[in-house]
């Protein structure tokens, strides 16, 4: 079945480096565009991150440009998120989901993996 | 582009209608005639899943209780019988443009 497995969350302090995975199955991952979204208790739903289905467009949210960048290995249906420079306000559950591309302009996310957590602490 | 939901809290009676507002401070109307506003609804203790997409269309397997519509700014998920399995949070997003930002959210209860 079509699923997303989100991996590499943990525990790390401010100003440290974090990687997370998400592994895709059950569907051509390539032809497919890809998201983050984390959610924090305090600030809900947040998207962070979108990349083309070839790789060759990325853009970021204005809080983690510059510290972030998402990337994919269409090889292995994989899509990463290098986080460096963590910050407290990092700290959520960051979620990968899949681009149905419904339309040639424009966002949804119609799979999402089950999130991994990060916490940002000394 | 900024998103507000109300009310942020609702209790609903099984069998009753439900509708959640959503707000964009700009247009979600794209020059293709499109609305670019999903639905997503977060039961207890999962990850989101999608309901609505561009404004209005039912995602794949979505009870056709769920209805969405809307103008350019102001847009309303209905569910026009609430059963118990519709508990969660329900969230807006706008999906015209990066950054794409979602709604605070919308508590669904039953009574």
């Known amino acids: 079945q079509v699923q997303l497995v989100e991996s590499g969350g943990g525990v790390v302090q401010p100003g440290r480096s974090l990687r997370l995975s998400c592994v895709a199955s059950?569907?051509?991952?390539?032809?497919?565009?890809m998201h983050w979204v984390r959610q924090t208790p305090g600030k809900g739903l947040e998207w962070v991150a979108v990349?083309?289905?070839?790789?060759?467009?990325?853009y970021y949210t204005d809080s983690v440009k510059g510290r972030f960048t998402v990337s994919r290995d269409n090889s292995k249906n994989a899509l990463y998120l290098q986080m460096d420079s963590l910050r407290g306000e990092d700290t959520a559950v960051y979620y990968c989901?899949?681009?149905?591309?419904?339309?040639?302009?424009?966002?949804?996310?119609?799979?999402w993996g089950q999130g991994t957590a990060v916490t940002v602490s000394s | 582009i900024v998103m507000t939901q109300s009310p942020l809290f609702l209790a609903v009676t099984p069998g009753e209608p439900a509708s959640i507002s959503c707000r964009s401070s700009?247009?979600?109307?794209?020059?293709?005639?499109?609305?670019?506003l999903d639905w997503y609804l977060q039961k207890p203790g999962q990850s989101p899943q999608l309901l609505i997409y561009?404004?209005?269309t039912r995602a794949s397997g979505v009870p056709d209780r769920f209805s969405g519509s809307g103008s350019g700014t102001d847009f309303t998920l209905t569910i026009s019988r609430v059963e118990a399995e519709d508990v969660g949070v329900y969230y807006c997003?706008?999906?015209?443009?990066?950054?794409?930002?979602f709604g605070q959210g919308t508590k669904l209860e039953i009574k």
């Open positions: 989901a899949r681009d149905p591309g419904y339309s040639d302009y424009g966002a949804t996310m119609d799979v």
């Open positions: 059950g569907f051509r991952f390539s032809s497919y565009g």
């Open positions: 990349i083309w289905h070839d790789g060759s467009d990325k």
């Open positions: 700009q247009s979600l109307l794209y020059s293709d005639g499109k609305k670019y």
């Open positions: 561009l404004g209005s």
């Open positions: 997003m706008q999906a015209l443009q990066i950054s794409y930002a």
